[in-house]
């Protein structure tokens, strides 16, 4: 660490590459200005919202539903477990051949990613209320659909908040990735530094995603606790 | 998504798969080969720490909670990392998957030893059985369907993390996907490693299933 910055600095081939991150991180440019970290940064939390509302908006209603009437458990965990084993890059490079580039698709392949989490932890959710509680809101003559919407969901508060963590997260992670097919995002400082073969920028761009993706782990961490009721807690974690 | 587009540039086409045999071999192997090695390095360290875990359960809480702060850092942001510290390549990409399947092999061991029931353990230890022994024929046996699934589980997953090697240099069928996407958006080699790359899953998760049941004659006729 002599890099005692005295004129401007030059990429020495023998300065170390923790060296070269730490000085890119220090370097103000590096973070404001166009193409900067915090203009990244805000693109990368634009397009994880989108992307998780999205998937939120088809698999929540599905799982409820598909949790209400006790169907398609089978196919629901079938569908989890499979989207594990398809590459997230070949449908990303996939999309983008089909005409689908930049920010749209970004948003389309990390959201086909993170529906599987939220469509099962919302079905077992709803499917894994207290029996005992349900058939109380049915002898109360509930119809089904308010049985559904003031007993089973609230009850599934926990594990749905888990899913939306996971869900957060794993697309976090996916949107990066997407920069490698020219979408936005921190994965543009991973990839350009790769381009250009500044290891220290490579690095720093991996230490940003990172930390992103830890940050929103934390703070959904907590909104998973707040949005628990309380009796529920213990048995939410998954 | 079959070959309906434009007919110079399928999504599928059986000529490529047959004169690009060899690449799609050799592609195949360096992919499996290093999922293999990540899970089975993941394997020797996660389940001794497993078995640490249920005995000193102080420990069992930091354990995972570390194994699960490495789980939560994306791939491409843990490649980013150790690229430029370990040399671009073979190395830092193995190293990542590692990190990334302790956390599913850690918890299953965990979980595993936990349910086994306390009565059969109390019985081997009245026949006589002694710590290591009550490990090897009671605990161990009687975890296994548990970390098998652990296994499984962290193949499944590997074998698609394989891919985001690609940023540094090795993702083994990856590499088909991104030169495909390179060159002119080559429909069909992206499409032909994809599809590689589920069936390598597939191939090793039905293998591992089948050790699975072949390592627990006892269970054979219950539920999978």
Partial sequence: ?????????????????????????????????????????????????AAVLVAAAVALPVGAWLG???????????????????PTLGIILLLATAGLFGDGATVVAAALFAAPVLLVNTYEGVRGADPSARDA???LGMPGRQVLTRVELPLATGLVAAGVRTAVVQVSA????????????????????????????????????????????????????????????????? | MVSTAAADNPWFSWSYVTENADVL???TTEHALLTVEAVAIAALVAIPLGLLASRVRWLAGPLLGTAAILYTVP????????????GIGRQPVLLGLVLYALLVILRNTVTGLDGVDPA????????????????????????????????????????????VGVVVGYGGLGQLMFQGFRNNF????????????????????LVLWAAGRALTPWLRGRSA
């Fill in chain 1, 68 to 86: 209400h009437g006790r169907r398609g458990g089978g196919v629901t965990v079938w569908l989890t477990n499979a989207s594990r084993a398809v």
């Fill in chain 1, 137 to 139: 809101a049915v002898g």
């Fill in chain 2, 186 to 205: 080559y429909r069909a080699e992206i499409m032909t490693a994809t599809i590689a790359c589920v069936l390598l899953a597939l191939v090793l998760d």
């Fill in chain 2, 75 to 86: 791939s491409l942001a843990l490649f980013a990392i150790l690229a430029p510290i370990m």
């Fill in chain 2, 25 to 27: 071999w050799a592609r």
């Fill in chain 2, 120 to 163: 059969a353990v109390d019985a081997a230890r009245g026949v006589g059985h002694g710590p290591l022994q009550v490990l090897a024929r009671v605990r161990l046996p009687n975890a296994l369907p548990s970390i098998m699934a652990g296994l499984r589980l962290a193949t499944v997953t590997t074998v698609a993390l394989v891919t």
């Fill in chain 1, 1 to 49: 660490m002599s890099a005692a910055a005295t004129g401007p600095v030059t990429m020495a081939q023998d300065t170390g590459v923790v060296s070269q991150a730490i000085a890119y991180l220090n370097d103000p440019l590096s973070w404001t200005g166009p193409g900067g970290i915090l203009e990244l940064g805000r693109e990368h939390l634009a397009l994880t919202a």
């Fill in chain 1, 174 to 238: 996916t949107v990066p990735l997407a920069a490698l097919a020219g979408g936005g995002g921190l994965g543009q400082i991973i990839a350009l530094g790769m381009g250009t073969q500044r290891y220290g920028q490579v690095l720093a761009g991996g230490v940003l995603v990172a930390a992103l993706a830890l940050v929103l782990d934390g703070v959904f961490a907590v909104v998973q606790r707040l949005v628990t009721p309380a009796p529920l807690r213990a048995s939410a974690r998954r």
